[in-house]
Every structure is written in structure tokens, then in C-alpha cells.
């Protein structure tokens, strides 16, 4: 991480760091699946510091922002996992994939995810460094005309 100019940082970027390099702000509605005992919790109390705002669950039943997909490599078929994750995602939202990082345990081949997103109907856009133990995809679904 290299310095920003005089000035620094935002109050937000101080607070939330990795949340906010997921491009979440105020007011959005985050979902969270796959929460487990192993999930970070410091980055999942720095996100519902940025929305301002508890992540809700599977269970929400309306459309959401972002979808925050915590995935292991014992979770089962990634496919599926992405699509049942587009169930509540409002047309435009992001997807991030929270997947353990390389040489952690049950971590997740880059290159299944890479096979996996167009699969579900969803492009691989980016990364983020958001956890010492976690690695952040960013997914979308691509823009279609009209």
C-alpha cells in the first residue's frame, strides 16, 4: 500500500480498509452466504461498518447490492454456488467470492474459478486483498444490450 497524497486517507477508508476496496459505501445491502466459523470475522465487522448496516442472509427474500460469497474447496460444486448466488442480486450487483488463499486450507484453485464464473453466467473482473487468510474475486454478470 503506498501513501495517498496530503491528507491521506478518508475517515471511511481508515475504518473500513478492506471494505471499502470492495466498493461498498453507505446503504447498501449486503448478503452473505457461506458464513462459517473459519469466515473473517474483522473484515465482516468492517463491512457492516462501511453499509452502515447488519449483511443480511439467504433468507432476505428481496434484491441485494452485493453478495458476499465465503467458498472452500470442500463447499461442493462452485457452479452451483455462483448460480444460487445470483437469486437475490439486483441487475448491475457484484458478486465477491471469498475464497481461502493459496496454501491455506481448502483453498481454491484460481483456475476453477476462472472455469467456473462464465459457466454461471458471470465475468471475472478483479481482486482484492481484503484478509490475511482470504482472497476477494469480483464477479458480475456482463452487461447485455438493450
Known amino acids: 500500500m503506498s501513501p495517498t ?8 477508508d481508515a475504518l473500513a ?3 471499502s476496496r470492495l466498493g461498498l459505501t453507505k446503504g447498501m445491502v449486503v448478503q452473505e ?3 462459517d466459523s473459519d469466515s473473517d470475522d ?7 461498518d462501511t453499509i452502515d448496516s447488519d449483511m443480511v442472509d439467504g433468507d432476505y427474500g428481496n434484491v441485494v447490492d452485493v453478495v458476499l460469497l465465503w467458498w472452500r ?15 437475490d442480486l439486483v441487475g448491475g450487483g457484484v458478486i465477491w467470492l471469498l475464497t481461502p488463499k493459496v ?8 483456475a476453477d474459478i ?3 464464473a462464465p459457466i454461471a453466467g458471470l465475468a ?3 481482486t482484492a486483498a481484503v484478509s490475511k487468510d482470504w482472497a476477494a474475486t469480483r464477479l458480475v454478470t456482463p452487461k447485455t444490450p438493450g
Open 17 to 19: 480498509g478492506p471494505a
Open 114 to 116: 476462472t472455469e467456473a
Open 124 to 126: 471475472l473482473t478483479t
Open 103 to 110: 496454501g491455506r486450507a481448502n483453498s481454491v484453485d484460481p
Open 42 to 48: 474483522e473484515l465482516r465487522v468492517a463491512i457492516e
Open 5 to 12: 497524497a496530503a491528507g491521506g486517507s478518508t475517515p471511511t
Open 73 to 87: 474447496d470442500e463447499d461442493g460444486d462452485l457452479v452451483d454456488g455462483l448460480v444460487d448466488s445470483l437469486t
Open 33 to 35: 452466504l457461506g458464513w
